[in-house]
């Protein structure tokens, strides 16, 4: 019997079991002795209930071995694993929490658009899906690198390096939506991964649409519910997200953007969702001082001209806004 097979976590690098960490506060869970399906955070409380045939050392789908917990949110749970025919192999395990007819139809519908742009080099490529005793799974490759959030905590972005950045993201957002007419719906830094190669990987389809489909099958949205993520959420995500299009996935590349010139959001936690619609509306475009001295004046136009309050004042293509991208990056 192999190691991982005798235990239920993995061992870090310090010699301790891994248990994951928080996805509030990045704090490392603990075990709750008490009762051993929970992990706990030591810091702000947070409590994650893994599901007993997702744990480390199990097998899922008779083909998976799982790794070590990655991370989560409220509605599903990642987890490096490997496939049992090729153990060198690491992908990542997307596993749906407690699931409901909703969630269910959201991971399927994923699944579904991540196979259909699977030929993109720029975004997570789906490797499995299926259902299995009212779990749902899928598996996708795994990329190691780090995601700009956790980048922007290292490291400071120069005008070069996001202006790259914003043209390898409109790339992948220009394929799906010319392609199949799919909107993301949720670009942030979390979102965007860099590779240890820098190759850019876009993740997370769980909230994306594709605009043409006639059935509206792919509607999926809980009734007075906003889907996205405060911060980076265009206007019309909270008035009129379902006439959305590829203008809202460009606002939220601009917020993405700005993030990373080292502006902080204007919105603010605990707020009702009032208090962000008016905070969004107040800082769209974003105020020419939040720009002052981080970047060009040509890039700060960019900038604020993806984020332009009305769909209709923001770039009109993928086109467009590419051959801005490409005018900022000649001058270097």
């Known amino acids: 019997m192999s190691d991982i097979d005798k235990t239920i976590t993995i061992e870090n690098n310090s010699g301790k079991p891994d248990y994951g960490k928080c996805p509030v506060c990045s704090n490392a869970l603990q075990p709750d002795w008490n009762d051993m399906e929970l992990l706990r955070c030591p810091v702000c409380r947070y409590v994650r209930k893994t599901p007993v045939i997702v ?13 070590s917990y990655l991370n989560g949110g409220g509605c599903g749970s990642i987890f490096l694993c490997y496939p049992l025919d090729d153990p060198a192999v690491r992908l990542v395990l997307k596993v749906l929490i407690k699931p409901t007819a909703v969630g269910r139809k959201r991971f399927r519908r994923e699944a579904e658009i991540l196979s259909s742009v699977t030929g993109n080099s720029r975004i997570a490529k ?4 299926w259902e299995a005793g009212g779990d749902t799974y899928i598996v996708m490759e795994y990329v190691e690198g780090k995601n700009l959030k956790e980048l922007a905590r290292c490291c400071c972005f120069d005008e070069l390096s996001i202006l790259q950045i914003a043209y390898e993201v409109a790339r992948a957002l220009q394929d799906i939506w010319n ?18 190669e820098y190759h850019l990987k876009l993740l997370d389809f769980g909230l994306s649409k594709q605009c043409d489909c006639e059935d509206g099958s ?4 809980m009734a007075n519910s906003v889907l996205g ?3 980076y959420m265009s206007p019309e995500h909270f008035t009129d997200f379902k ?8 606002y939220s590349l601009g917020a993405t953007l700005l993030f990373l010139l080292g502006s902080k959001s204007c ?7 009032m208090d962000l619609y008016r905070a969004t509306l107040q800082n769209s475009p974003p105020p020419e001082e939040c720009f002052a001295g981080k970047c060009s004046v040509g890039c700060m136009n960019m900038i604020r001209r993806m984020m332009q309050q009305k769909v209709e004042d ?9 051959d801005e991208i490409n005018t900022l990056l000649s001058s270097y």
């Open 55 to 67: 744990a480390p050392g199990q097998i899922v789908g008779h083909k998976y071995r799982i790794l």
């Open 126 to 129: 789906i490797i499995d899906y």
């Open 179 to 196: 392609g199949f007419s799919i909107i993301h719906r949720d670009i942030k830094p979390e979102n965007i991964m860099l590779d240890n």
């Open 218 to 221: 792919l509607m999926i949205t």
């Open 229 to 231: 993520t405060p911060g």
């Open 243 to 250: 006439s959305m299009d590829f203008r809202s996935d460009i």
């Open 267 to 273: 919105n603010k936690e605990n707020c009702t969702m």
């Open 314 to 322: 923001r770039y009109n293509s993928y086109e467009e806004l590419i």
